[in-house]
């Protein structure tokens, strides 16, 4: 019978020894909202991310430069039916030597395809092994979740607490959908410029800081430029409209992100619309297209931006 515990493995120029001291690195790869010792035997460590998942882990095996294992102690998934889906899993990391550089093979022991969390899991552990740790060995820069994220804004959100949007506020456009990502590639997606130009329009200009001015062109003769107002990773993205459309000038984009056992909620909301015109109407159906767009890019790694966002 197939082992069906969830795997991954990479292969690095690295030494054992600095694959072993990366990956005790927690805060470096994973989290920064980590408490606790994360580089001893026996140590126990809590990670959390919002109000969305907790879980304790004890620190069962570490070999220098050739294994650590974890235990779940204790878990909670807000998104799922059974909360405490991962207690009593074994998270291992095996570290190798193969011709002259080091292989890494993380295991998640007791994380199957029967869980309801599987998919979700699976993606976040893919992204956070395959982008953010093997980053930190080969760059010293990993890309762990920031520390203190709060989960939402009272000013910003269009969430209740359970997901639902609420009503929308007139002169608004408001679309939702699932993507079948987790909120960490969405969140990716929406802020850099890489991502930005693989589902809107390849012409793109941005970088994820605040205060910081994104340029979208589409074709010879059209831009629209955006303020960035508010990034909160993973849950908030807000642009205010600068240059575009007369009718986009001075409008609020306004990205929220839930996390969900498929993947990830995504809200948009693009409000301060004046009145309603052909052009607001439009506006809406072109969003729906380059949001497909947007899903497609998360999902399969390839999107249709501009000008194949109708195909």
């Given at each position: 019978m197939k082992n069906q515990d969830f795997s991954t493995a990479l292969l690095v120029d690295a030494t054992p020894q600095e694959v072993f001291d990366a990956v005790n690195n927690v805060r470096g790869w994973w989290s920064e909202n980590i408490e606790g010792e994360t580089a001893r035997q026996h140590a126990e460590f809590c990670y959390h991310?919002?109000?969305?998942?907790?879980?304790?882990?004890?620190?069962?095996?570490?070999?220098?430069?050739?294994?650590?294992?974890w235990k779940v102690l204790d878990n909670y998934f807000k998104f799922t039916e059974e909360p405490g889906e991962w207690i009593g899993t074994?998270?291992?990391?095996?570290?190798?030597?193969?011709?002259?550089?080091?292989?890494?093979?993380?295991?998640?022991?007791?994380?199957?395809?029967?869980?309801?969390?599987?998919?979700?899991?699976?993606?976040?552990?893919?992204?956070?092994i395959q982008e953010s740790l093997k980053g930190l060995i080969?760059?010293?820069?990993?890309?762990?979740?920031?520390?203190?994220?709060?989960?939402?804004?009272t000013e910003t959100s269009l969430l209740h607490?359970?997901?639902?949007?609420?009503?929308p506020i007139p002169g608004g456009i408001h679309h939702r959908l699932l993507i079948n990502a987790p909120v960490e590639i969405v969140y990716k997606a929406l802020t850099t410029r890489d991502g930005l130009?693989?589902?809107w329009t390849p012409e793109t200009e941005a970088k994820p800081e605040v205060g910081s001015i994104a340029r979208f062109?589409?074709?010879?003769?059209?831009?629209?430029?955006?303020?960035i107002e508010e990034l909160r990773p993973y849950s908030n993205v807000k642009w205010r409209c600068l240059k575009g459309y007369e009718s986009w000038i001075g409008t609020i984009i306004n990205f929220v992100l839930e996390p969900h056992c498929q993947g990830c909620w995504l809200l948009l909301g693009h409000e301060?619309?004046?009145?309603?015109?052909?052009?607001?109407?439009e506006c809406s159906y072109d969003w729906a297209m380059f949001l497909r767009s947007l899903k497609i890019l998360c999902e399969t790694g390839t999107g249709l931006p501009y000008p194949d966002q109708y195909r």
């Open positions: 991310y919002e109000d969305v998942h907790r879980c304790k882990i004890k620190i069962t095996e570490l070999l220098p430069s050739k294994k650590v294992v074994n998270v291992i990391f095996d570290i190798s030597e193969e011709d002259g550089k080091t292989r890494l093979v993380f295991t998640h022991l007791g994380l199957v395809p029967e869980y309801e969390c599987f998919q979700i899991c699976r993606d976040a552990w893919t992204h956070y080969l760059t010293g820069v990993g890309s762990p979740t920031p520390a203190n994220i709060k989960n939402e804004s607490e359970h997901g639902s949007a609420t009503q130009a693989g589902w062109t589409f074709g010879s003769d059209y831009f629209k430029e955006m303020k301060g619309w004046r009145e309603y015109t052909p052009g607001f109407a």
